[in-house]
């Protein structure tokens, strides 16, 4: 069992930035596949950003390309989704999740965090 917690969230205006950390309780990322998912109210969930461990890739939805960097710190066990330039559409919970293998981009992730509420205001 993997235990996910994120931090980071907040209110934040227009154009601002925020950072999201996901603590993974985890030996070590190799082979892991790390994401981010979000989820706005009335919506599914949906991909945000993943990095691939130890290749190192990384990907990212359309809407947050050149905006969002995901990162990940093997040492302190922690991924960072680094969120600039935010937009009112980027407002939802975001979630942390881990997955053994495969494919990164996919939705069938095995551990998800709690979520953290990142709200842009106009």
């Known amino acids: 069992q993997v235990r996910l917690v994120e931090s980071g969230g907040g209110l934040v205006q227009v154009g601002g930035s925020l950072r999201l950390s996901c603590v993974a309780s985890?030996?070590?990322?190799?082979?892991?596949?790390m994401g981010w998912f979000r989820q706005a109210p009335g919506q599914e969930r949906e991909f945000v950003a993943a990095?691939?461990?130890?290749?190192?890739?990384?990907y990212y939805t359309d809407s947050v390309k050149g905006r969002f960097t995901v990162s990940g710190d093997n040492a302190k066990k922690t991924v960072y989704l680094q969120m600039n330039s935010l937009k009112p559409e980027d407002t939802a919970v975001y979630y942390c999740?881990?997955?053994?293998?495969?494919?990164?981009?996919?939705?069938?992730?095995?551990?998800w965090g709690q979520g953290t509420q990142v709200t842009v205001s106009s």
């Open positions: 990095i691939s461990s130890p290749e190192g890739n990384t």
């Open positions: 999740a881990a997955r053994w293998r495969g494919s990164a981009t996919t939705t069938r992730y095995d551990y």
């Open positions: 985890v030996a070590t990322f190799t082979y892991w596949r």
